[in-house]
């Protein structure tokens, strides 16, 4: 029969017990390798980090020139980037990413909530259509991408090549097919009881979709709006094919203009220009962490 230990009463109100503190090798063995690995990780992922901003303090604009962190520290490089065209990428990449997030949500959800809510000839078709063709490694396309968009031009100038409009067409027709795909297993998660109660009330589809649902469902259009806006950020190859004025480049591409040849590679300004860009992705998280770990009905239903 097990023991129990009362709490001890003084002056007539009871006292919490007093924890036992385990030993440190079975706090160790049940705890501690956590905090050790956990520490590691964090060590091995921040100090790529900790080198990129060291050496965009560097004066002398190298990455190899100086082993030591911080050993000298100047923002020459910040200050040079304003006479270079990074602030005119920048712009670039923020209007394109911005762009394209936003339709992908809006693209994405429209299609999620077909799929789930409507039975209609030809769904499962479709939904098994976008599912192969994801399968495909997107490689394949970028000769089919350069050959459309320049036979396009030739009709639509704007929708051709060196175009910041056809660069976000891409990016759309690309993403639609994975990003449908994860915001359909979301919607289904959404009780359709809610669809039905709405349409009593007298709502139509279109109020029960830009009302309900999609408060509903925000924490998974915050992950698709957050994985669209860091994969288009720093999106290069397709940015490369498509755009070659100068002026229209993102800032994939004209950072790697500044490293592209190896013996006038400047790595300063490169360094300095990455640590900027990481700042937008940063803020964009922080502001959307609220969505991402919110409840997906929390509050919708009253017990």
């Known amino acids: 029969m097990a023991t129990t230990h009362a709490a001890p009463v003084v002056d007539g109100a009871t006292q919490p017990a007093p924890e036992r503190r385990m030993k440190p090798g079975r706090w160790f063995t049940e705890l501690g390798w956590r905090h050790v690995v956990g520490v590691v990780a964090v060590v091995y992922a921040a100090f790529p980090l900790v080198y990129v901003l060291s050496a965009s ?13 911080f050993s000298d520290v100047s923002t020459a490089n910040y200050a040079q980037l304003g006479t270079t065209m990074f602030w005119t990428w920048m712009t670039n990449t923020l209007v394109i990413a911005v762009v394209t997030s936003v339709g992908t949500v809006l693209m994405g959800a429209a299609a999620a909530y077909a799929f789930s809510r ?44 060196n175009s910041k409009i056809a660069l976000v067409a891409v990016y759309l027709g690309g993403a639609l097919g ?73 800032l994939a591409v004209g950072l790697y203009g500044w490293v592209s040849s190896l013996r006038e590679a400047n790595w300063g300004l490169f360094t300095a220009g990455a640590v900027i860009s990481a700042l937008p992705v940063l803020a964009l998280f922080l502001y959307l962490q609220k969505y991402i770990v919110g409840g997906l009905t929390a509050g919708s239903v009253k017990g």
């Open 57 to 69: 303090l560097s004066e002398n604009g190298t990455l190899t020139g100086s082993n030591s962190l």
């Open 118 to 161: 409507f039975r209609f000839s030809g769904r499962r078709v479709g939904l098994t259509s976008l599912l192969i063709i994801q399968m495909f490694p997107q490689m394949l396309a970028f000769v089919a991408i350069f050959l459309l968009l320049l036979g396009l031009g030739d009709v639509v100038p704007a929708l051709g090549l």
């Open 178 to 250: 994975v990003n449908t795909f994860l915001m359909y297993g979301f919607f289904n998660t959404v009780p359709r009881e809610l669809d039905e109660a709405a349409k009593i009330d007298g709502a139509t589809h279109t109020q029960i979709y830009w009302t309900i649902i999609l408060r509903l469902v925000a924490p998974i259009l915050a992950v698709v709006a957050l994985l669209s806006f860091i994969s288009t950020f720093g999106e290069f190859i397709i940015a490369r094919i498509v755009l070659s004025s100068e002026s229209n480049w993102t």
